[in-house]
Structure formats: C-alpha cells, structure tokens
C-alpha cells in the first residue's frame, strides 16, 4: 500500500530558527519519486523538490535543505533561519504512479 | 514546466446541481488527476483520467458521483453530480509528463448551499 505519514500536524516558531519537517513513507514499489509542496494561505500548491527513489544524496536549495534515507523510508525537510513568509502547510507525497500526499504540516513562523 | 488552466475557480452552488470543471494544459502531458481538497485537509485523489477510456477511480469515488472525461492529452472535466453540502471543497487538476514533477491548477473552490 502506498502511504506517506506527517506526523506533525502543526509547528510554530520564531523567525530564524530552524525547522524540520518529517515525512515517513510506505511504498511496495523499487522506483518512486518523493515530493515536498508549499500550500501558502493564497491556496496555490508551490512545488520544491523532487527525488527520485535511486538518488539518495542530500540536496540544499538556499534555506532549504532535504535527508532522504531509504533505510528509515524517510524524506525530511529543513528550513534554516525560518522567515514569516516560510508560514504555509507543507505536503510530502509519494508517486510510484499517481502522486499521494501526506497529511501535511502547518507551519507558522513568528516575528 | 506546464500551465494548467482551470475553471471555473470558484463557483457557489445548489444542491442537487452539477458543475462541471475544465482543466487545460498548455502542453502534451502523460497523466492527468483529480483531487479533492476539503477545507484544512490535505489531497486526495479522486481518480486518474485517461484519455479516451474510462477514469481509474480511488476508494471511496464513484463514476456516477464524479464523472471524468479525458477527450484528448491536454484537456479533462470532472463533475461533481447532484450536489450536497458534502461536496464544498477545493477541487484540483494535476498533470504529469515524463520524468517531471506533478504540475497543479489553480484550484475551483466550490461551495454548495
């Protein structure tokens, strides 16, 4: 069965912290993608990474950075030196064919 | 990346009518969805629309409530049949080519009275 848990439903913090976002999934499948999207309160879906499941290395984009461990089924997500305009709910998803999304994590950064 | 252009994007309703959502890409793409996303929720996936056959629907939905049409690569309806209250959501068109991320509408946010 295809799965992807966020267990964190909401975090809050306070500008220039860092933040991880947890994601764990479930797939029976050997090739998959993993997908992080932004939901800003505007409602449009933002999209940020995508890994496949063969490229384990980690990857950094400015104030964000991403741990992908296929041993843990896990793909978390790190924002360093948050900012108010980071605040949205944040979906991890998992596509092996159709694209499946986690519960979601809002996250809200204060002044 | 692709443009998807979906409409209408809001719409007010009476239940027991249907609406019916366009989404067009601006380029050929593989796979075309429908989600659903009800207020504070995350997506779920309606169905996966082919072209020219019947759509793959996901647990829960049903052909006669959420009828699909996919006539041609770039271009799907959904419908949302015989309305209730149940039904206000934000529903959402998503196209994938190959190799590329999931490329998502803007979203029809509907609400039935």
């Known amino acids: 069965a295809q799965k992807v848990t966020q267990a964190q439903t909401e975090i809050s913090v306070v500008e220039k912290e860092d933040v991880t976002l947890d994601c764990v999934y479930e797939?029976?499948?050997?090739?998959?993608?993993l997908f992080w999207y932004k939901q800003p309160p505007s409602g449009e879906l933002v999209f940020l990474i995508r890994?496949?499941?063969?490229?384990?290395q980690n990857e950094i984009s400015g104030r964000y950075s991403w741990n992908f461990q296929k041993s843990t089924s896990s793909f978390n997500f790190t924002i360093t030196a948050s900012q108010v305009v980071d605040s949205a709910v944040y979906f991890c998803?998992?596509?092996?064919?159709?694209?499946?999304f986690g519960t979601g994590t809002r996250l809200q950064v204060f002044p | 990346s692709a443009v998807i252009s979906q409409k209408p994007s809001r719409d007010i309703c009476q239940r027991g009518t249907s609406l019916t959502i366009q989404c067009q890409v601006d380029s050929q793409v593989t796979m075309m969805f429908w989600y659903r996303q009800q207020p504070g929720q995350s997506l779920t996936l309606i169905a996966t629309?082919?072209?020219?056959?019947?759509?793959?629907?996901e647990s829960g939905f049903v052909i006669d409530k959420f009828p699909i049409s996919r006539p041609n690569l770039t271009f799907s309806t959904l419908t949302v049949s015989n309305m209730s209250p149940e039904d206000s959501s934000i529903y959402l068109c998503s196209a994938t080519g190959e190799a590329t991320e999931a490329f998502f509408g803007q979203g029809t946010r509907l609400t039935v009275v």
């Open positions: 629309a082919n072209q020219g056959s019947e759509a793959t629907y």
């Open positions: 998803a998992d596509q092996p064919d159709k694209l499946i």
């Open positions: 797939t029976r499948d050997t090739t998959y993608y």
């Open positions: 890994r496949n499941s063969f490229d384990e």
